[in-house]
């Protein structure tokens, strides 16, 4: 990781000093004085923190931007981002996704003022229109749209086919990567046929378009696609056959979640697709034979096989043959749970329909479109519910069926798969993402990826119950020493105590870490445990914590709010005490209901909380922009307030299983995060209800940024 400049120290402690300050130490019109480069990573920095307010943004659009990124900043008014046309004419990059206030006046003065635009990004813009694009009456056409080459309008369900092709496919002779992803009703067989074929685009989304089949892909004998996304559609065998003859120079195939897709079609790609980079098939029919012709594909370089349900763990020793002479380059594998379910016991198991308590922010945004993008994986899915089974009740007495249990687990050998795929692409693998695979994850193999992959940027791994807490604790160690880049983690020890995992991860392991992942055992990590992970660490970024035993104080005690109230306690005291001496005399003087200094306490007035000396493991959650705790029943509304203090820059926040949490505890997170997009609080009800408490139940959202709300 290349450390970095002195321009970009500069603008992160700028971007601080507005964030926590504003105009107190900084004075807005300087901005538009900054280099163009360092006007654009401050405008950066700022929308990542959900901190760009209409203050900042007329300052930062000068002439000499040329990329404008501001994906999520549904906060900002209309007003504003009316001037972006006319105050940045140079502009070559904007990116208004999930801003839901863009609207087609504000689109349109752009595409008039800025010729030099060539990327335009409006997915989640609901209120973008066929009309954004038409050419005024007696006036010349859209000067943006002459030389735009990328253009995502993902989720405008305003935007009709005729739209399409009559104003923007017209007027854009130079488009080549174009998005129309959850476009249900514009993309249609004629008009994917179309797309397909005519227009000479390199790059199409059409994910979530349900409303097409295999027959656009017959339509003409040749493609020139080099990227094409179908993921979520009704594509099976047929159209895959079709593209892939028709497309030989494909680098980027998505077709995760495509249910009717089987061996035949990925057959075909690997025979014909002899480019091909990147190929996603989650979730598809394919077997161990379609791993077979992967293999084949000699330039491959990212494979997404996860949740294929019928394929086995064989396919991983398939990929890491030893015989295999001209193997693909790979780099990065994402095979969760390849093969089975996981049927877990978390804390999404069995139980009452539960109350959601619920914030939503800005609409979740599409990758951008490009030919060999930089994140190409998609979203990971939410985690299944439980899906185990009581035990079946036989004609045992009510004793004896009490004391079930489940069977031993079946004895299995050390699988060498994972040593053998180590061994084969460990020099340069940046991704091995293998959750809910079961028994691949040994220590001995742990130790290979230790020991073989010194670029190794994210991994994910199920332990297996089978090896020793040292072993265990001695390879994860290893990992944490040895690859220095992982910036990922992802462990699930449902099925083994975690201790091992907990110690292996203090620092100065994984000091690098912008993402944890921790499934514990039911009744799991406790407090001094979540300290050890957290303690010291100012890189994370995003914190997933699975089947908690946390107590109710672990977060007063880390932000100090247990001095608070034991300081009030004894100032109430005092104050009682004062009053009952007065009883039945004359009033008591002020001097005398003046609460007497304490030996022990401050001298002074009680300090403000942000004076506080903080906890050393409280310092990690400053940075988290994602936390999401999980089986903490012990949690209450008062220990989320404190927790939401900590999580002050928090932008979502999920709690699943904790039965004692109200809407007050919204209302903090409301309060005391002052970047919040999306609050999520799932709570188990009891087992018995009254009409009345069925009544009471509830979902509440709010809406908006920095504590406000949206109507």
Sequence with gaps: MQAPSLLQLCVQKLAQNLIKYGPKRVRYATLSALPRRALEELLHILVAKNALNDNVLPY??????????????????????????????????????????????????????????????????????????????WKPPLAGLLGLRELSVGKCGQIT??????????GAPYLRILGLAYCHGTVTDEVAAELLFQFGLQALDLSFCSQISDTPFEARPRSMLRELRLSSTAVGDKGIQHIAQRSPQLEVLDVGWAMKLTDAGILAVAAHCQRLQTLCVCNTEITDKCFEAIMECRNLERLNASWCLRATAQALDILSESTATDRPPLKCFDLDHLGALALDSGVDAVGPLPIVLTRTGSVQSSASLSPLPTSWLPSRLPEPPSMQLPPAYGGEDEASAGCWEPPAPRKVRDSPCLKNIVAAYGSGLEQLLLDGIKDVAFASALEAVAANCPVLEQLAVTLPPRDTDAAVQAALSSIGAQCARLTLLRLDSSARPHKPAVDSLALPAFSRLSSLTLWCPAGGLNDSELETVLSGRTLLQTLVLRNCALSEGLFPRWCNKEQDDAMVRQLDQALLSSLNRSFGTAAASPAKLRAPKSSEGPSESRPRRRQHLRHSAALALRSVTYFSLGGAPSLSDRSCEALADLLHDAQTVDLRGCPELTEDTLRSFRKNCRFI??????????????????????????SGSSGTESN
């Design 161 to 170: 086919a005729e739209g399409l092709m009559g104003y923007v496919l017209k």
């Design 60 to 137: 930062a659009l000068t002439r000499q931007t040329q990329q404008l990124g501001l994906e999520g900043a549904s906060q900002l008014r209309r007003c504003v981002l009316n001037t972006i046309g006319r105050s940045c004419p140079n502009l070559c990059v904007l990116d208004v996704r999930s801003c839901q206030q863009v609207d087609n006046k504000i689109l349109r003065d752009v595409l008039q003022h800025c010729e030099r635009l060539e990327v335009l990004r409006l997915d989640g813009c609901p209120r973008i229109s066929d009309s954004a694009f038409a050419p005024a009456l």
């Design 677 to 702: 997009r999306s609050v999520s609080v799932t709570m188990r009800e009891p087992h018995t209800h009254t009409p009345a408490q069925h009544a009471t139940r509830q979902r509440s959202t709010f």
